[in-house]
Every structure is written in C-alpha cells, then in structure tokens.
T-cell receptor, first 114, second 111 residues
Framework: DTAVSQTPKYLVTQMGNDKSIKCEQNLGHDTMYWYKQDSKKFLKIMFSYNNKELIINETVPNRFSPKSPDKAHLNLHINSLELGDSAVYFC?????????????FGPGTRLTVT | QKEVEQNSGPLSVPEGAIASLNCTYSDRGSQSFFWYRQYSGKSPELIMSIYSNGDKEDGRFTAQLNKASQYVSLLIRDSQPSDSATYLC???????????FGSGTKLNVKP
C-alpha cells in the first residue's frame, strides 16, 4: 500500500511552460507539505496545508500555486517554468493532532526545465 | 546562520563500527527533532524522532538530544554497508508546522 504518492515521477519540460504535480496520501493525515530539494540536496519547505487550509507559505515565487481539494490531496501548479525551477519536489504529510509532527515523504518528482 | 547545521561529510566508518552523526540548531524554542535517511535518488525516510532531553534507542539507532546545547546526534551501532546514505537532521520550531532540514551528512560504511 502506497502511503504518500506523487505523479508524475519525472517531468521534463521547456522554459515558459506550465506544469502540475499531484500528491495523495492514504495515511489519514491532516497536514501536507511541499518541499524542494536542489542539486546540493538541501531540502526546503515551500508550503504547508492543514485540513485544506494554507498555513505555511514560504518565500516562493507566486508562479507556484498549491491547491488542496481535500486533506488527502495536495497539488502544485507551476506557471512560466524557469531553469532554476529544476529540482526534486517532495510531498510529505503528518498528523498535527498527535503533537508529534512526524513527516512521511512521497517518492518525489524530478523536474527538469530545459 | 542556518537554522540547522550538519557536517556534510563524507563520514567513513568500517563495517561493525559505531557511526556518530551530529546536528546543531539555532532556534532555542524548537520542540521536535528528527533523523531521516535518504538513499541516492530516493525520498527521505524517517528513522528516529526525539522530543525530550536524553537518549532514545530503537534497534541499532540511538538519538541523543541536549536542548541546553542545542545539539542532536544519531548513533548507529554495528554499522552495515546498507546504512550508507545521507542522514538529514530536521527540527520543528515553535511554529509547529515549520520544519527546517540540515543539508545532510553522507555516511559511507566500508565492508
């Protein structure tokens, strides 16, 4: 059983295009996250949603727009892709109500912008 | 100053030895601390969480937390080649939904 899944796994696209990444979790968690991991392997939080409500919005260009249709899904839409957007994007989820905040990660989406 | 700092390594240890990985954090109000293992090309995998001062053991892994020194460590006993990976330290601050990750320490366990 897949706990946190992401699609697509790989995404190759040209500058200026718009693309979306989807994430789903079947863990019953109430909080979901998007992270970006750059070529130096540094993992940085981008957004966090709790029960469909945006609670963290880091300094991310407004070309990036997250959307949570329900607490099991979190999507990321990126407009006007730039070379610097090339990275691995990870979705994660956790249970806020347990006060433990252990996060579980999806397999990642490797985005390459050419 | 970065919120979470780790030595990037690589840390090389022989098979069967104890690997010691260290992490310091800047926010004194941090509440929760985590160690993740990330194999090359894979996603981070949670291996340990610790919330109070002292030691927490789980199999071959021991996490140590010292909030006064703002220091977290991970000990891996009887290291195996399969433990070779990058280990990420993560800290959850007073803003309980905000996590900061260190840049990771690469561990090589030599047979």
């Amino acid at each position: 059983d897949t706990a946190v899944s992401q699609t697509p796994k790989y995404l190759v696209t040209q500058m200026g295009n718009d693309k979306s990444i989807k994430c789903e979790q079947n863990l019953g968690h109430d909080t979901m996250y998007w992270y970006k991991q750059d070529s130096k392997k540094f993992l940085k939080i981008m957004f966090s949603y709790n029960n469909k409500e945006l609670i963290i919005n880091e300094t991310v260009p407004n070309r990036f727009s997250p959307k949570s249709p329900d607490k099991a899904h979190l999507n990321l839409h990126i407009n006007s892709l730039e070379l610097g957007d090339s990275a691995v994007y990870f979705c994660a989820s956790s249970r806020r109500d347990l006060n433990t905040y252990e996060q579980y990660f999806g397999p990642g989406t490797r985005l390459t912008v050419t | 100053q970065k919120e979470v700092e780790q030595n990037s390594g690589p840390l090389s240890v022989p098979e069967g030895a104890i690997a010691s990985l260290n992490c310091t954090y800047s926010d004194r109000g941090s509440q929760s601390f985590f160690w993740y293992r990330q194999y090359s090309g894979k996603s981070p995998e949670l291996i340990m969480s610790i919330y109070s001062n002292g030691d927490k053991e789980d199999g071959r892994f021991t996490a140590q937390l010292n909030k006064a020194s703002q220091y977290v460590s991970l000990l891996i006993r009887d290291s195996q080649p399969s433990d070779s990976a990058t280990y990420l330290c993560a800290v959850n601050t007073n803003n309980f939904n905000k996590f900061y990750f260190g840049s990771g320490t690469k561990l090589n366990v030599k047979p």
